[in-house]
């Protein structure tokens, strides 16, 4: 005899399952029960008994069936539009080869680059560039200092030969008169500037802008315990944007000076611990 028995179930329909009522072994019928279909309706697919269930509030609501997202190719770096940041990120030796890249379809973007470039340097042609500290006279003085350009501030450094105070001074002023060429920096002997001025006093630094005195610095104490280039442009800049390197101007001239010193302090005391760990350890 057969008989049919429920096993599995699904959302719309009953499965049955029959059986041979027979002698088979205990553990093979045990298999055969265990043994069932479930199967799946398509993503999205209801019955009419399903409706009627969600209408009465027995079944939720059906989900909303599954869409994947819309494909979108990875973008292809070489395929996207060049902007201003593309090419100030090559070396020149790769603006070189770019110029003679047939591949290169960007031919007016480069061109208005080539535009604005040029344009810049014309800019920066416009900025007087001094580079060095200049040597004048007493009878300079007006012309050299006094009747400067409005725009360019003139470090004037007061000195005597055979001091070495001001040979110290006078190291640290040339390697800021070639990293800040857009400041004038001058020279002259003291007592050609300020007759009878007194030797304790020297060097002294006098800074003009527009005609005028700005600020002064009497004698080395005045740039800290070790005169540095980095000490000595830093005391310059305390308040006016003394020193220009001729790409910024005003206050934004003052902080990125003020950013390189500090900087700059921060990569010599490193070095230096690094120099007495590597003599400790060698010890």
């Not at 593309?86 to 031919?107: A, F, I, Q, R, S």
């Not at 007759?195 to 005609?211: A, C, W």
């Not at 101007?249 to 490193?270: L, N």
Request: hydrophobic share 35%; net charge negative; with cysteine.
């Amino acid at each position: 005899m057969y008989q049919k028995l429920p096993l599995a179930f699904s959302s719309t329909k009953l499965r049955t399952f029959t059986t041979e009522r027979s002698d088979r072994p205990a553990r093979e019928i045990a298999a055969m029960a265990d043994y069932h279909f479930v199967y799946k309706d398509l993503e999205g697919a209801s019955t009419q008994w399903d409706d009627i269930q969600r209408k009465l509030g027995n079944l939720p609501e059906k989900p909303p069936p599954f869409k994947p997202p819309p494909f979108a190719p990875s973008p292809d770096p070489d395929s996207l539009p060049k902007d201003k940041s593309w090419v100030d990120g090559k070396t020149p030796e790769e603006l070189e080869d770019l110029e003679d890249d047939p591949d290169l379809d960007d031919d007016r973007f480069l061109e208005d680059y080539r535009k604005k470039r040029l344009a810049e340097m014309r800019e920066a042609a416009k900025v007087i560039r001094y580079g060095s500290v200049i040597p004048i006279s007493g009878s300079d003085f007006v012309r050299e200092v006094s009747q400067a350009p409005p725009e360019v501030w003139v470090v004037v450094v007061l000195y005597k030969d055979g001091i070495a105070e001001c040979g110290v001074l006078m190291n640290c002023l040339e390697e800021l008169a070639v990293k800040y060429p857009a400041t004038k920096f001058v020279k002259i002997i003291s007592t050609d500037c300020i007759p009878n001025y007194p030797d304790r006093n020297v060097p002294t630094i006098l800074v003009y802008n527009n005609g005028a005195v700005k600020a002064n610095y009497v004698g080395l104490h005045s740039f800290g315990r070790r005169c540095t280039p980095e000490g000595v442009a830093l005391v310059l800049c305390q308040s006016d944007p003394v020193l220009n390197d001729g790409q910024s101007k005003g206050d934004a001239s003052r902080q990125a000076v003020i950013d390189g010193v500090r900087k700059k302090f921060i990569e010599k005391v490193v070095a230096q611990h690094e120099d007495d760990d590597d003599g400790s350890s060698s010890d």
